[in-house]
């Protein structure tokens, strides 16, 4: 149900259709906003050794909604390890609609080692997106060696599932 | 940046991939990842169709229990751990000879370069 901006009612009546489009309806549209959302179970976990910016799963962890002009909630979870001895760095950014969100070394970093795994949760506001489908899409790198993120795959102790959602909030 | 997709392969060290791509490849080479059981290759947009190639069958070639350098170090220090572990184990603490002390010495000695690995 689409959000209709709320008529500004003068002395005429109050009809059942002007009820129904303004009140009626976007009471729906406010409870139920655009959202997508995707639960990582998958059949193996995910790595890489990009040291630039690359897709996690160009499938599964690109969220696509298709808003009315509000701002945007992006949110992930997930547990990530390293195959380096010593600290590694791992990025994480959001494209939005195929254009970094960031830039640079992206949205959010942690430093962890190897047998160190780490949670990472980070959600972000995203503002000023015109009326219409957007897509945001998980991406990473690493400062050197192989990041493993965990994707409920059956890894012994580490069958974790990572979820990826956005919704618009205004 | 380009992506090169092979489905085929049922194990890859990532590791020991990533560094024999980079070794052979470093201009046109980006990284690798794991995604939903398969392999993919990033490379640049210029990449010539000779590198694609060649970088394809250096991951089908690729032997997974091959290992670098740094895995093969990490592999001799567990197994010495484990060999310390035993020993340590084994000792009698009312009994110290110069063996004794001698294994305690390593110990301490890889404690501390286990450590020196957080600066």
Known sequence: ?170 | MKEIVISSLSRVNVDKLDQDLRAGFASEYRGLSIRRQRLIIFVVDSVSDVARDAMINLAEVHDPDELTPEQIAERNRAQELQALKADLQAMDPDNLDAAALQIIGKAVLLYFGRVGLLD
């Open chain 1, 1 to 170: 149900m689409a959000y209709t901006a709320p008529k500004t009612w003068t002395n005429e009546p109050l009809v059942a259709s002007d009820l129904n489009t303004h009140v009626r309806d976007n009471m729906e549209a406010l409870k139920d906003p655009p959202s997508s959302n995707y639960e990582l179970d998958e059949g193996s976990d995910y790595q890489t050794t990009s040291t630039s910016f690359v897709p996690i799963d160009s499938t599964n962890l690109k969220l696509s909604i298709t808003t009315t002009g509000g701002d945007v909630v992006v949110h992930f979870h997930g547990v990530f390890d390293t195959s380096v001895g010593g600290t590694n760095r791992l990025h994480l950014e959001i494209e939005v609609d195929g254009t970094p969100l960031a830039g640079d070394d992206g949205v959010h970093a942690t430093q962890h080692q190897s047998g160190g795994q780490v949670g990472v949760s980070f959600t972000r506001l995203i503002t000023g997106l015109d009326p219409g489908s957007h897509t945001f899409e998980l991406h990473w790198k690493t400062q050197f060696g192989t990041e493993t993120l965990y994707a409920g795959a059956g890894t012994s102790g580490m069958d974790v599932h990572p979820q990826f959602w956005a919704r618009e909030v205004s």
